[in-house]
């Protein structure tokens, strides 16, 4: 077994590229310890098929990794809520909305809460595209859809994230 | 409030500057943790194992089946393969899964119920007349809100305050089993033994 722990290159694209990679994580999962934790994956993933992925590859491949790992984790997340909706062995949870002085912050910033409105694969799309700079069709390899779907799905987020923005604005 | 592209490019980037890259990512040594855990996955590994499991279904698995024919072809029933000798035990045994049986979401389902108690500026849960010191789960926090202590998941949301009757799925874990850093367990007093290490809370 020729595994090794990630050193020289690797090493090399952690320290260029994992503050990038992690604030891109924060913008899909909406918070530190997610993000911690997707990048994590990210690059455990990463670091296994280092030797698979081109060179000049991998941080698009980490992206790709990352954005799907996220999908992922929140299709078992939505199986699990059902789960326990189904059980019934669980009771509402009290939402008296934030404590922390982080949260406080993600809430007055209006952008992040609206974020947080969009579906999951419109959310992406969005952050692939204003955040990344990608390409509809980038856009669509990495999401497993048509380059149409992206352009549609883009303009629905937009559509949705401007709706969303004046309603939360207007006086009580 | 209204954003056009170039605000939500730049909205983007602020919110994505947020994120603080913990220093143990740029650590060697964080790596090296893994060195002998992860499986070898590359392509020539793959390949490698798709090839040998391949020759043994050829060579192995498809005699064996067509041995396992009765005269006239047809397979024999379930029954009559259990009333074999040596059907029915050792690695054929039929086997029983147990836990949470969605998908990637296995976890220790210990039951600990208890009232959500403040000591030693530490959250715990008061079982009886102890106090059962608690691994919470990854992003869980406690602030004071008003008058109130309560108990945040990693979204911020209140799952239950101080004095509530509280619910966690876990288990029990000896401090010994595991070399948990300091930091996991500042909120430890001297002596305990066991922790239980919560997955799902319920206020």
């Given at each position: 077994?020729?595994?090794?722990?990630?050193?020289?290159?690797?090493?090399?694209?952690?320290?260029?590229?994992?503050?990038?990679?992690?604030?891109?994580?924060?913008?899909?999962?909406?918070?530190?310890?997610?993000?911690?934790?997707?990048?994590?994956?990210?690059?455990?993933?990463?670091?296994?098929?280092?030797?698979?992925v081109p060179e000049g590859a991998r941080y698009s491949y980490a992206r790709r990794v990352m954005v799907n790992k996220h999908t992922d984790q929140l299709r078992r997340l939505r199986i699990y809520r059902q789960y326990l909706r189904d059980s019934q062995t669980t009771q509402a949870l009290i939402d008296?909305?934030?404590?922390?002085?982080?949260?406080?912050?993600?809430?007055?910033?209006?952008?992040?809460?609206?974020?947080?409105?969009?579906?999951?694969?419109?959310?992406?799309?969005?952050?692939?595209?204003?955040?990344?700079?990608?390409?509809?069709?980038?856009?669509?390899?990495?999401?497993?859809?048509?380059?149409?779907t992206v352009r549609s799905q883009c303009a629905r987020a937009l559509k949705r994230l401007n709706n969303v923005l004046p309603a939360r604005e207007s006086p009580q | 409030m209204k954003f056009n592209e170039q605000q939500l490019r730049e909205g983007l980037q602020r919110r994505g500057d947020c994120f603080i890259l913990p220093t143990r990512f740029l650590?060697?040594?964080?790596?090296?943790?893994?060195?002998?855990?992860?499986?070898?996955?590359?392509?020539?590994?793959?390949?490698?194992?798709?090839?040998?499991?391949?020759v043994v279904a050829v060579t192995i698995v498809v005699p064996a089946v067509v041995a396992s024919l009765g005269e006239d072809g047809t397979p024999p029933s379930p029954t009559h393969a259990l009333e074999q000798p040596g059907h029915g035990s050792g690695q054929n045994a039929p086997r029983i899964n147990v836990g949470n049986q969605e998908e990637g979401l296995t976890m220790m389902q210990a039951l600990l119920v208890g009232t959500l108690t403040e000591s030693n500026g530490c959250l715990v849960v008061h079982v009886g007349d102890q106090d059962v010191q608690v691994l919470w789960p990854r992003g869980y926090s406690a602030h004071s809100v008003?008058?109130?202590?309560?108990?945040?998941?990693?979204?911020?949301?209140?799952?239950?305050?101080?004095?509530?009757?509280?619910?966690?799925?876990?288990?029990?874990?000896?401090?010994?089993?595991?070399?948990?850093?300091?930091?996991?367990?500042?909120?430890?007093h001297q002596g305990i033994k066991a922790y239980f290490v919560a997955g799902l809370v319920q206020g």
């Open positions: 077994m020729n595994q090794r722990a990630p050193t020289g290159s690797f090493a090399d694209f952690v320290q260029d590229s994992a503050q990038r990679l992690g604030s891109l994580a924060y913008l899909v999962s909406g918070n530190q310890a997610s993000a911690e934790d997707l990048l994590q994956e990210t690059l455990l993933q990463l670091w296994r098929h280092w030797e698979d008296v909305g934030p404590a922390d002085s982080l949260t406080r912050i993600d809430e007055r910033d209006e952008l992040a809460r609206a974020l947080k409105q969009l579906p999951p694969r419109q959310r992406s799309v969005l952050i692939l595209r204003y955040y990344e700079d990608l390409s509809d069709i980038d856009i669509a390899a990495i999401l497993g859809m048509k380059r149409s | 650590s060697e040594s964080h790596w090296e943790n893994f060195d002998a855990e992860q499986p070898n996955t590359s392509r020539r590994w793959r390949l490698a194992v798709a090839t040998t499991v391949g008003g008058a109130e202590t309560l108990l945040f998941d990693a979204d911020g949301r209140a799952h239950a305050s101080v004095g509530d009757q509280v619910r966690l799925t876990g288990g029990f874990v000896r401090s010994s089993d595991h070399g948990w850093t300091t930091d996991a367990l500042r909120c430890a």
